[in-house]
């Protein structure tokens, strides 16, 4: 076979496509492999450059396929939907790949190793949990209306409904019983959550990177935690201000004819990381109303200028590209440091 300097790999669950290219550019690997048959074909080709789109179990396969000597690259499939000529089969994505990867403005995902991974997952299970108590919160509150029984608004306000429905009489025996169902499943949920968040928090305690970030107003040790699991895809960004796009917190360009026209955000990237950042602005700026004396004189005179929401955007647009700035120096918050303009100024 020719050398190859390029393999683009389309996966699946047990089929993966295979599609390299010599060095003149033309196809010389087209090959359909079993996923137990991955490893001991890669393990005896030379090391190349291999393309895989970042999707599940991506992050698994770039570490075994490094470890047998290859340079692996994740690309975003959005990237790599652009270089599919006309049909879609697994075929025509690996082709894709290989073709996207060789170009030169193209950005790459960054590979996580399994420690990042598990944290990840761990972000995970407390999101997923927390939609789950919240939808099982709002079955109850509405199975419990309509037996006449209400209660305020708030997590707290659950367990004294159930404990209502629990001695209420006048309830049917089948909707009691039900109740219990669903008074024991909400415990356990919030008994979990708990644990999970537990082990957030220890393992915020652990990571020097999270502490330092939570020391940025709006952040905090959630969003510290997050932005922290998610630094190697934070250090693939160029720079602070690509940090922010990338995570969709800038506006879309529909400009054209000379003239600029911005319209809202691209919501791109993570959304978790996003509604973070948007909540804990949110935050600082309710804090700012009610303690003007302690807020930033550019954080007032934005929010006379525009309304709450935008510059909840604003700011967490601002601390996104903070947050990138100090993973990338090692650098501690600094509330008190000058501009560029000041500082040249002074």
Same mark, same amino acid.
Request: aromatic fraction near 6%.
């Given at each position: 076979?020719?050398?190859?300097?390029?393999?683009?790999?389309?996966?699946?669950?047990?089929?993966?496509?295979?599609?390299?290219?010599?060095?003149?550019?033309?196809?010389?690997?087209?090959?359909?492999?079993?996923?137990?048959?991955?490893?001991?074909?890669?393990?005896?080709?030379?090391?190349?450059?291999?393309? *895989?789109?970042?999707?599940?179990?991506?992050?698994?396969?770039?570490?075994?396929?490094?470890?047998?000597?290859?340079?692996?690259?994740? *690309?975003?499939?959005?990237?790599?939907?652009?270089?599919?000529?006309?049909?879609?089969?697994?075929?025509?994505?690996?082709?894709?790949?290989?073709?996207?990867?060789?170009?030169?403005?193209?950005?790459?995902?960054?590979?996580?190793?399994?420690?990042?991974?598990?944290?990840?997952?761990?972000?995970?299970?407390?999101? /997923?949990?927390?939609?789950?108590?919240?939808?099982?919160?709002?079955? *109850?509150?509405?199975? @419990?209306?309509?037996?006449?029984?209400?209660?305020?608004?708030?997590?707290?306000?659950?367990?004294?409904?159930?404990?209502?429905?629990?001695?209420?009489?006048?309830?049917?025996?089948?909707?009691?019983?039900?109740?219990?169902?669903? @008074?024991?499943?909400?415990?356990?949920?919030?008994?979990?959550?708990?644990?999970?968040?537990?082990?957030?928090?220890?393992?915020?305690?652990?990571?020097?990177?999270?502490?330092? *970030?939570?020391?940025?107003?709006?952040?905090?040790?959630?969003?510290?935690? /997050?932005?922290?699991?998610?630094?190697?895809?934070?250090?693939?960004?160029?720079?602070?201000?690509?940090?922010?796009?990338?995570?969709?917190?800038?506006?879309?360009?529909?400009?054209?004819?000379?003239?600029?026209?911005?319209?809202?955000?691209?919501?791109?990237?993570?959304?978790?990381?996003?509604?973070?950042?948007?909540?804990?602005?949110?935050?600082?700026?309710?804090?700012?109303?009610?303690?003007?004396?302690?807020?930033?004189?550019?954080?007032?005179?934005?929010?006379?200028?525009?309304?709450?929401?935008?510059?909840?955007?604003?700011?967490?647009?601002?601390?996104?590209?903070?947050?990138?700035?100090?993973?990338?120096?090692?650098?501690?918050?600094?509330?008190?440091?000058?501009?560029?303009? @000041?500082?040249?100024?002074?």
């Amino acid at each position: 076979m020719e050398k190859l300097i390029r393999i683009g790999v389309d996966t699946s669950k047990s089929v993966f496509q295979l599609h390299g290219v010599n060095v003149l550019e033309q196809p010389v690997l087209r090959r359909k492999l079993r996923r137990r048959e991955v490893v001991p074909y890669f393990s005896k080709l030379e090391p190349t450059v291999i393309g *895989i789109e970042a999707c599940g179990c991506s992050h698994y396969w770039a570490r075994t396929l490094r470890e047998l000597g290859h340079e692996v690259r994740l *690309i975003a499939p959005q990237h790599a939907k652009a270089y599919v000529r006309r049909n879609k089969n697994d075929a025509a994505d690996a082709e894709a790949l290989c073709e996207a990867m060789s170009r030169p403005r193209m950005n790459f995902v960054a590979a996580k190793s399994a420690e990042e991974q598990a944290a990840l997952m761990l972000a995970g299970m407390r999101r /997923r949990l927390i939609k789950m108590r919240t939808q099982l919160a709002n079955a *109850i509150r509405s199975y @419990a209306a309509e037996f006449g029984l209400f209660a305020a608004k708030g997590l707290g306000r659950i367990e004294p409904l159930l404990e209502q429905a629990a001695v209420d009489q006048t309830l049917p025996e089948l909707a009691r019983q039900l109740f219990a169902l669903q @008074a024991g499943e909400y415990a356990k949920l919030d008994a979990e959550l708990r644990e999970v968040e537990a082990k957030l928090r220890a393992w915020h305690r652990d990571s020097e990177v999270s502490r330092r *970030i939570a020391e940025v107003p709006g952040i905090g040790p959630i969003g510290g935690t /997050r932005i922290a699991m998610k630094k190697p895809d934070a250090m693939a960004c160029r720079s602070a201000r690509h940090y922010s796009a990338w995570i969709g917190l800038t506006a879309k360009d529909h400009s054209t004819a000379g003239k600029l026209r911005l319209g809202g955000i691209t919501r791109a990237g993570d959304p978790e990381l996003r509604s973070l950042l948007v909540a804990g602005a949110m935050a600082v700026i309710r804090h700012a109303e009610n303690h003007p004396e302690r807020a930033s004189p550019w954080l007032l005179d934005l929010l006379k200028r525009k309304p709450r929401k935008l510059a909840a955007v604003a700011l967490a647009n601002k601390n996104a590209r903070i947050a990138w700035k100090l993973m990338k120096t090692g650098g501690r918050y600094n509330p008190n440091h000058p501009r560029p303009e @000041a500082a040249k100024a002074a």
